[in-house]
């Protein structure tokens, strides 16, 4: 074995490598999968750890044995290391093979997007309007009318296409358990999609600084059930704007300015914060 570097190097680094993927996919980097969009990322994400981790294994493999095998000893100070000429089947070796990596995993990620924009046939709108600071929600109704929450309800397992709008500045749109998110721009309407997959109750956030307010700026999400969701619809009563400003329950009480105690607010059931 001490004849022979590479081999010592080969078994380290098989070792090294098999720990690191097993620590890497055993870390729970996302919240739990709460629809199939976020199942495409966290797949995409394992993929690239899986690749990550053995290059990074080689090159600190070989850094770290270079430096203890060829280290300078005392007294050698002055001296100049052996010329070494290169080697150009090496380098066409170590250009060519991260060239075909970087392009397979680039063409893997760019398929996971396009996956995840596709709008499937049977998809539910639902208008999210931004302002500072607070969510609403709308869901297209008859006549033209919307029917306006400050909770957005969503069903488990039917697509929805969110069509995002801001009435002051740039704000976002993220829901941690769905995995993707997008920006509220004024002037222009942004379009997420989204299929549920588990049921339970999420925060939506923005997460761009969009104020004083900004830390406040969350609304409660249900994913329920789609005879639940109809239910919950079927109780709601298209029109009316909510009042322009109001804040989200979280708010009231913060000490923001404007933000006085028992103004504001509104409950789930179809009434909504501006």
């Known amino acids: 074995m001490r004849n022979k570097p590479l081999l010592q190097m080969g078994v380290a680094a098989a070792i090294a490598i098999a720990i690191g993927i097993a620590l890497a996919l055993s870390i729970s980097w996302f919240p739990a999968d709460a629809s199939t969009q976020a199942s495409h990322i966290h797949t995409l994400y394992d993929v690239l750890l899986i690749v990550s981790v053995p290059i990074f294994v080689l090159v600190e493999t070989v850094i770290l044995f270079s430096v203890w095998k060829f280290r300078m000893k005392p007294g050698e100070e002055e001296k100049d290391g052996p010329p070494i000429h290169?080697?150009?089947?090496?380098?066409?070796?170590?250009?060519?093979?991260p060239a075909i990596l970087l392009v397979s995993l680039c063409g893997y990620a760019y398929s996971v997007l396009r996956s995840n924009e596709k709008t499937h046939p049977g998809a539910m709108v639902v208008n999210v309007t931004e302002r500072q600071f607070a969510f609403e929600f709308g869901y297209p109704a008859a006549g033209g009318k919307q029917i306006l929450s400050s909770d957005l309800y969503l069903p488990k397992g039917r697509p929805v296409v969110f069509h995002l709008r801001s009435f002051d500045v740039i704000h976002s749109f993220f829901v941690p358990q769905f995995s993707v998110k997008l920006d509220a721009v004024p002037g222009i309407t942004t379009t997420l999609r989204v299929t549920p997959t588990r049921l339970g109750n999420y925060p939506a956030?923005?997460?761009?600084?969009?104020?004083?307010?900004?830390?406040?700026m969350r609304a409660p999400v249900h994913v329920v059930t789609p005879t639940a969701f109809r239910a919950w619809l079927g109780h709601q009563k298209p029109g009316g704007p909510p009042p322009v400003g109001a804040p989200p329950p979280a708010a009231l009480n913060s000490g923001v300015p404007g933000y006085a105690s028992g103004t504001g607010g509104a409950s789930g059931s179809g009434g909504s914060t501006g």
Request: with cysteine; proline share 0%; hydrophobic share 40%.
């Open 86 to 97: 290169g080697n150009t089947r090496l380098e066409v070796v170590w250009t060519a093979i």
């Open 205 to 216: 956030e923005c997460t761009e600084l969009c104020g004083a307010g900004h830390s406040l």
